[in-house]
């Protein structure tokens, strides 16, 4: 086995689908380790990948060992499975406010450290991933770790000091895009369309928004200037937006999460 995950629910499964997808590694090259049998069982199913309930056999059999569990229980995996890490391991963070130094402090030793941030668009494909890495990581050991993430989206090396800012623009604003979804939807329900329509709707203008926004390069404000002609619908509602602190509640919930992240 070449790469393990602790824990195997939304983004670790997300990321395995990826690298499978992608041929980074095969199935019988990633272990994985679950709480119970019936989550073992799904991995298995759904993933076909190598399984186990003992979280110290994911870092006895594999060299890439990515912690997928929730960030509150960070302290006590590492406890559980310190003791089997060596120099030759890379530790794969991917919660957020969960630091390099804070990983290789609790690791107790030095070892090669690794923090992403990807987001739940990975499931299709189109996941968005910050990394940074410790000085013991190596040029090779960065490419290995590029090959993972980008085989489930893109990646963007960064500094350390912006992964809070990564986790609230692309690891959480996946979520306030889909209540912006939701919300554009129930607003189309409201003026009669069916609500199977309207999310195919709401969708694929924000898929093709996004789109156009990263092929052209454009300023995202003269994007939406092409969307508003004079006195028309668009500017309408642009008015009654700024009004009601549209820019202002996404400002604030991104430096909300972001202030989260560094508290954690
Ligand atoms: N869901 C998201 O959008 C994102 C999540 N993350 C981070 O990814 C990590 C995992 O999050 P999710 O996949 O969303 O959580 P999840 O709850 O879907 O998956 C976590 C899995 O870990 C298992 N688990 C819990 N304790 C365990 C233990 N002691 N040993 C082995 N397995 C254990 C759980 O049974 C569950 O299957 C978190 O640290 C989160 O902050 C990062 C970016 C985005
Ligand atoms: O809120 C969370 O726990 C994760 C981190 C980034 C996105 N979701």
Redesign the pocket.
């Known amino acids: 086995m070449k790469i393990g995950f602790i824990g195997c629910g939304n983004m670790g499964s997300a990321m395995i689908g990826g690298i499978l997808k992608n041929g980074v590694f095969e199935k019988n090259e990633i272990i994985v380790s679950n709480l119970t049998e019936e989550g073992s069982r799904r991995s298995r199913e759904k993933l076909g990948v190598v399984t186990t309930l003992d979280n110290c056999e994911v870092v006895k059999n594999a060299n890439i060992v990515i912690l997928a569990v929730?960030?509150q229980f960070y302290e006590e995996v590492i406890g559980e499975i310190k003791s089997f890490l060596t120099p030759q391991h890379m530790i794969v963070g991917i919660?957020?406010g969960k630091t390099l130094a804070w990983l290789e402090e609790k690791c107790e030793q030095p070892l090669k450290v690794v923090r992403l941030?990807p987001?739940?668009p990975a499931q299709v494909g189109a996941g968005m991933t910050g990394a940074c890495v410790n000085d013991r990581v190596t040029e090779e050991d960065l490419d290995q770790i590029l090959a993972i993430t980008n085989s489930f989206g893109r990646t963007e090396v960064v500094p350390e000091r912006l992964m809070d800012a990564v986790?609230a623009v692309s690891?959480?604003s996946?979520?306030y895009v889909f209540m912006f979804i939701e919300a554009m939807a129930d607003a189309a329900v409201a003026q009669g369309m069916p609500r199977k329509q309207a999310y195919q709707f709401a969708a694929q203008a924000v898929l093709g928004s996004a789109k156009l926004l990263l092929e052209t390069g454009m300023h995202p404000g003269e994007l939406k200037d092409m969307v508003c002609s004079p006195a028309g619908t668009t500017i309408e509602g642009v008015r009654i937006l700024e009004k009601n602190g549209f820019r202002s509640a996404v400002f604030e919930a991104l430096q909300g999460?972001a202030d989260k992240?560094k508290k954690m």
Request: hydrophobic share 30%; net charge positive.
């Open positions: 929730k960030p919660a957020p941030m987001n739940t986790s690891g959480c996946p979520a999460a992240g």
